[in-house]
């Protein structure tokens, strides 16, 4: 399998996203960092270019529709193109539906979702421009089945954006361009923060789980694959009954 050299990053300022800028530069690669808050995404360069073949930073607020096919074409022509996009800025507010929090809803919804089908739709340009590409999609384990209460706005955009990558996976098969949905579990995040689970792996452990199932390139990869494989085929498979008592 070819090394993607060139990887753009999207939501890299911090957590998994900026983890796995981390892992991609010291394996010596070309990345395009992109997210709000700039300051972080210029801390993360400095301490990332001494190993990275190259790294470019931009502001990317991915809500911001207009704006998402401007930075990546900026990043990919200051790479020389993009092997590898990662879609990965990602929302996590939330409350339960009818409760008068409808805007932490809705924000979580258009930058999961709408935010994600726009980064989507930009990185496929550049790909069907260069008949070649790797499009990773960070979905989550939570859009496997619906989950209730606070999470399920993130849970319904990230099963949206779970589907979104199993069509272009049909449309692009046997291509050059390649699509791979990771399904992260309980990784140690700002947004996982406050839960209390024993199946919550730290950040690092996450990150390189993760890393591992983009360069492998598959269609769908829960990550860590143990427990949450079964977890997920639990979830998708068995009738309401019993996974709602597990949700």
Same mark, same amino acid.
């Given at each position: 399998?070819?090394?993607?050299?060139?990887?753009?990053?999207?939501?890299?300022?911090?957590?998994?996203?900026?983890?796995?800028?981390?892992?991609?530069?010291?394996? %010596? =690669?070309?990345?395009?960092?992109?997210?709000?808050?700039?300051?972080?995404?210029?801390?993360?360069?400095?301490?990332? =270019?001494?190993?990275?073949?190259?790294?470019?930073?931009?502001?990317?607020?991915?809500? +911001?529709?207009?704006?998402?096919?401007?930075?990546?074409?900026?990043?990919?022509?200051?790479?020389?193109?993009?092997?590898?996009?990662?879609?990965?800025?990602? #929302?996590?507010?939330?409350?339960?539906? %009818?409760?008068?929090?409808?805007?932490?809803?809705?924000?979580?919804?258009?930058?999961?979702?709408?935010? &994600? #089908?726009?980064?989507?739709?930009?990185?496929?340009?550049?790909?069907?421009?260069?008949?070649?590409?790797?499009?990773?999609?960070?979905?989550?384990?939570?859009?496997?089945?619906?989950?209730?209460? &606070?999470?399920?706005?993130?849970?319904?955009?990230?099963?949206?954006?779970?589907?979104?990558?199993?069509?272009?996976?049909?449309?692009?098969?046997?291509?050059?361009?390649?699509?791979?949905?990771?399904?992260?579990?309980?990784?140690?995040? +700002?947004?996982?923060?406050?839960?209390?689970?024993?199946?919550?792996?730290?950040? +690092?452990?996450?990150? +390189?789980?993760?890393?591992?199932?983009?360069?492998?390139?598959?269609?769908? &990869?829960?990550?860590?694959?143990?427990?949450?494989?079964?977890?997920?085929?639990?979830?998708?498979?068995?009738?309401?009954?019993?996974?709602?008592?597990?949700?």
């Amino acid at each position: 399998m070819t090394t993607r050299q060139r990887i753009l990053i999207t939501g890299a300022s911090s957590g998994l996203g900026a983890g796995m800028a981390r892992r991609f530069a010291d394996q %010596g =690669r070309a990345l395009g960092l992109a997210a709000r808050r700039v300051e972080k995404l210029d801390e993360l360069a400095d301490q990332i =270019r001494p190993a990275a073949a190259r790294v470019e930073v931009e502001a990317l607020d991915v809500t +911001d529709l207009a704006s998402v096919p401007t930075v990546f074409g900026q990043l990919a022509d200051r790479l020389g193109g993009l092997d590898r996009v990662i879609v990965n800025a990602g #929302l996590g507010k939330g409350a339960p539906l %009818g409760t008068g929090n409808a805007a932490a809803n809705i924000e979580t919804v258009q930058t999961n979702l709408v935010g &994600a #089908l726009a980064q989507a739709e930009a990185a496929l340009e550049i790909f069907r421009a260069q008949n070649a590409g790797h499009l990773v999609l960070i979905s989550s384990i939570s859009g496997v089945r619906g989950m209730p209460r &606070a999470q399920a706005a993130y849970s319904a955009s990230k099963a949206g954006l779970t589907a979104l990558g199993q069509g272009l996976q049909a449309e692009f098969a046997n291509s050059p361009i390649t699509v791979t949905v990771v399904a992260p579990g309980y990784i140690e995040t +700002d947004i996982n923060r406050g839960v209390k689970t024993s199946l919550m792996v730290d950040t +690092d452990k996450g990150v +390189d789980a993760m890393v591992t199932a983009i360069e492998a390139e598959k269609d769908w &990869a829960p990550v860590p694959g143990w427990p949450w494989t079964p977890i997920a085929a639990a979830l998708k498979y068995l009738p309401a009954s019993v996974t709602r008592r597990m949700i």
